[in-house]
């Protein structure tokens, strides 16, 4: 129930155009990453549990050019929004720089916390 709340109150402040883009600007992947993604992948979550070490940067990058959008197609949050929906480019983005920066074969392998 938690997760769910974090994630709808991130979503009411990155809601409406332009200022959505200034906000996701403003935040840092690891937020995003715990907050939007965390909620499916987090610790025995039936999606898998994934962290930014969980791959290496070659992984990750594939995932993101490549397995992201079909893995991601139907996937919804709690309250039935669509993750490839409520997961703007700009925090897509912001997302996979904190999963590659983090990454198992980085310089600083982290996990999310």
Do not use: N
């Amino acid at each position: 129930m938690r997760r769910t709340a974090l994630a709808l109150a991130l979503l009411a402040l990155l809601a409406g155009g332009a200022v959505a883009a200034d906000k996701a600007e403003k935040l840092d992947g690891k937020t995003l990453y715990k907050t939007m993604c965390k909620v499916c992948h987090g610790e025995d979550a039936e999606a898998g549990e994934y962290t930014p070490m969980y791959l290496i940067i070659e992984q990750w990058e594939r995932f993101f050019d490549e397995d992201y959008a079909e893995t991601h197609a139907e996937a919804a949050y709690e309250d039935g929004a669509k993750v490839i929906d409520a997961i703007t480019p700009e925090m897509l983005k912001l997302i996979r720089e904190f999963c590659i920066e983090g990454a198992a074969d980085s310089e600083h392998p982290m996990t999310c916390g």
